[in-house]
């Protein structure tokens, strides 16, 4: 999910580091299974007149595709606490 020329900006290839026991926050960056396509996908959470989404801070994602309502039975997997290039094997 990168952000180019922002900040966060999370590059092709980073290690995501994610905790399951802390309970997301808006602006938190977080990994949600959602069940109607039994994918997962990474993005910020936020809020929305009160609504829980899931927004891409990419600013060239398509628009319609940008902010994703979270819906029953969506399963929150965690929150990201960090992330790395990796590199050290």
Known sequence: MENPGGSPSFTEGMILHVNPDIDPMPSNFVVVRRSSTDETTFKRYIQIEGAPYLEAINPDWPKDEKYLKLMPGDVWCGVV?????????
């Open 81 to 89: 606490v960090d992330a790395s290039l990796g590199g050290l094997i």
